[in-house]
């Protein structure tokens, strides 16, 4: 049905129109179908216009009031609301509320006889199954979503992240190198970078790219402060990793944010607690998945002891990120990267890290 309510309110004002101007009925009959058919179409867009209110509580950029525009969205969803509507609600919903009420209307907007609508709702259904847990589903979604001629940052963003969730490592480089010479790339396909890095153990180079990015354009969404979190934990610096998970609460998350804010302010709790501290640390230290799984590490059942220390002891010395010999990448703003920074050759490492994870 919610497909044919445009066509319903097109042909009510047509009706509407044609009977008040051209038929010889009385003025109260006239006016008395005016009125039924104001009140058809106000029913009928009420959806759409849920989603306009909310919309514009979003604008304000007011966290107090996000629970509120989560409720009027997932209402609008519920109700029925025009295809592009549902799928921006959709979206926000899913990141916000209740995912299964936004998966059913990205399942019915991914069948639109509209390419542009059919393609975005693929890229955010995509991310319905990646919270689901169901990896090969979200990548299916995502390179359908990429022939159906969508391909945005936020596309290939996802892509990158479910191959490395595979651990398909050449894939992944193959398919940032695509974004990059198509010009698109974006402060989250550095943080990508970042992932891959993590991924093959290379913190000092996951930290330099991740300072690179918070030196040039402090990024906006709280995935590049999870994973700069975890670098920093990888040195036994807890006081600096507590304070990139702080910043991470103030930024909007999106589905590839890999924790929820509970799950953030979990986290912090369980670093800033003395009794705790180490357990935490060697938690995310031993699960390097992390870095592109949500969720938060399972925590070990051993015996630990206590630590108040802001940098423990007996982890590798902190590297200086900013010095310029840990990447090759030029030192340039992040929008105006090239194809040329970023090398995809497949290295004689890079095999043999395939084959280790080749499952």
């Given at each position: 049905m919610r497909k044919y309510r445009t066509a319903a309110c097109v042909l009510i004002v047509f009706f509407m129109v044609a009977f008040i101007f051209f038929t010889a009925s009385s003025p109260e009959a006239k006016l008395i179908l005016f009125v039924i058919s104001l009140l058809l179409?106000?029913?009928?867009?009420?959806?759409?216009?849920?989603?306009?209110?909310?919309?514009?509580?979003?604008?304000?950029?007011?966290?107090?009031?996000?629970?509120?525009?989560?409720?009027?969205?997932?209402?609008?969803?519920?109700?029925?609301?025009?295809?592009?509507n549902t799928v921006s609600a959709a979206t926000f919903v899913l990141q916000h509320g209740n995912i299964e009420t936004a998966g059913k209307g990205l399942e019915e907007a991914s069948k639109s006889s509209f390419r542009d609508t059919r393609g975005k709702a693929k890229a955010a259904l995509s991310m319905y199954y990646w919270i689901k847990g169901d990896v090969n589903k979200a990548l299916d979604l995502a390179e359908d979503a990429k022939r159906e001629k969508n391909k945005d940052a936020a596309l290939y963003v996802n892509l990158c992240t479910y191959y490395l969730a595979k651990n398909d490592k050449k894939k992944y480089r193959a398919t940032l190198a695509e974004a990059v010479q198509n010009k698109i790339i974006n402060a989250s396909l550095?943080?990508?970078?970042?992932?891959?890095?993590?991924?093959?153990?290379?913190?000092?180079?996951?930290?330099?790219?991740?300072?690179?990015?918070?030196?040039?354009?402090?990024?906006?969404?709280?995935?590049?402060?999870?994973?700069?979190?975890?670098?920093y934990l990888r040195y036994g610096h807890v006081k600096d990793a507590v304070s990139m998970l702080k910043e991470a609460l103030e930024k909007p998350f999106s589905n590839t944010s890999l924790l929820s804010i509970d799950e953030i302010e979990s986290m912090v709790d369980g670093l800033e607690n003395p009794e705790t501290r180490l357990m935490w640390v060697d938690a995310v230290n031993s699960n390097r998945m992390m870095a592109v799984?949500?969720?938060?590490?399972?925590?070990?059942?051993?015996?630990?002891?206590?630590?108040?220390?802001?940098?423990?002891?007996?982890?590798?010395?902190?590297?200086?990120?900013?010095?310029?010999?840990?990447?090759?990448?030029?030192?340039?703003?992040?929008?105006?990267?090239?194809?040329?920074?970023?090398?995809?050759?497949?290295?004689?490492?890079?095999?043999?890290w395939l084959k280790k994870h080749d499952h």
């Open positions: 179409l106000l029913v009928l867009n009420r959806g759409n216009a849920l989603y306009t209110k909310a919309a514009r509580i979003i604008a304000r950029k007011n966290t107090a009031e996000r629970e509120k525009a989560v409720m009027m969205m997932e209402k609008a969803l519920q109700i029925g609301c025009s295809e592009s550095v943080d990508i970078q970042a992932i891959y890095f993590i991924l093959s153990g290379e913190y000092e180079k996951a930290g330099a790219t991740l300072e690179r990015l918070m030196q040039q354009v402090r990024p906006n969404t709280s995935a590049p402060y999870i994973h700069y979190a975890m670098v799984r949500p969720g938060l590490p399972k925590l070990k059942n051993a015996q630990y002891g206590k630590s108040s220390d802001d940098v423990l002891p007996g982890y590798p010395v902190l590297p200086d990120f900013t010095d310029p010999s840990i990447l090759s990448i030029r030192e340039e703003k992040i929008d105006e990267y090239d194809s040329r920074e970023i090398d995809t050759d497949l290295t004689k490492d890079d095999e043999a």
